[in-house]
């Protein structure tokens, strides 16, 4: 994933927001596969990778 990437979808899950992302990040688990559909200038690009550590997402300084 490279700055200027837009998410489109983890797993399958649509994602339109920042809530939607925190969303699927916090369902993932360790071990698990994760798939990612995004775009890239004029690409869209499918990634696949497993989770191998998981770490608390900080919301705090957010602005949804």
Same mark, same amino acid.
């Given at each position: =994933?490279?700055? $200027?990437?837009? @998410?489109? /979808? =983890?797993?399958?899950? %649509? =994602? ?5 992302? *925190? ?6 688990? %360790? $071990?698990? &596969?994760?798939? *990612? +559909? ?8 499918? @990634?696949? +990778?497993?989770? &191998?550590? &998981?770490?608390?997402?900080?919301? /705090?300084?957010?602005? *949804?």
């Amino acid at each position: =994933v490279q700055r $200027g990437d837009i @998410l489109l /979808s =983890v797993n399958d899950a %649509k =994602v339109d927001t920042v809530a939607d992302y *925190l969303k699927a990040a916090r369902q993932l688990k %360790k $071990g698990q &596969i994760v798939r *990612l +559909f995004l775009r890239r200038d004029e690409a869209t690009l499918y @990634l696949a +990778f497993t989770v &191998i550590a &998981i770490y608390k997402i900080a919301t /705090s300084n957010l602005v *949804l």
